[in-house]
Nanobody
C-alpha cells in the first residue's frame, strides 16, 4: 500500500517561497497521477495542482497559476510543489494524494498528515 508523506511547510512572509515535497513509501509513484490539495481553516479541501505519471500534463488552480510549479522525480519517488510569491490566502494545510485524471476527479488512497503552510507578516 502506498503511503504519501508531505513535508516542507512552514511560516513565511508574503512574497516568500516554500518548496513542498511528497514522498512515497510502499510502492512506486511511477504510474500515478499525483495532486496537491489544501485546506484552509473553515474551508473545504481544494485541488491546487497535479501532474501525470509521465510529467507531460500538469494542472494548476487559477488561484496559484503562475506562482506554483509542480514537478516530479520518479527516480526518487517524490513530487514537489515550488510555491513562489506566497500570499496570506495560501495559508492552509497542504496534502498530496494519488488520483485519476489531471485535474484529479477521483482521489485514490487515504490522506496523509499534511504540512502546514502559514503566510503572514
Amino acid at each position: 500500500q502506498v503511503q504519501l508523506v508531505e513535508s516542507g511547510g512552514g511560516l513565511v512572509q508574503p512574497g516568500g517561497s516554500l518548496r513542498l515535497s511528497c514522498a512515497a513509501s510502499g510502492s512506486s509513484l511511477d504510474y500515478s497521477t499525483i495532486g496537491w490539495f489544501r485546506q484552509a481553516p473553515g474551508k473545504e479541501r481544494e485541488g491546487v495542482s497535479c501532474i501525470t505519471n509521465s510529467g507531460a500534463t500538469t494542472y494548476y488552480a487559477d488561484s496559484v497559476k503562475g506562482r506554483f510549479t509542480i514537478s516530479r522525480d520518479n527516480a526518487k519517488n517524490t513530487v514537489s510543489l515550488q510555491m513562489n510569491n506566497l500570499k496570506p490566502e495560501d495559508t492552509a494545510v497542504y496534502y498530496c494524494a494519488r488520483g485519476l485524471g489531471c485535474p484529479i476527479h477521483l482521489r485514490v488512497g487515504s490522506w496523509g498528515q499534511g504540512t502546514q503552510v502559514t503566510v503572514s507578516s
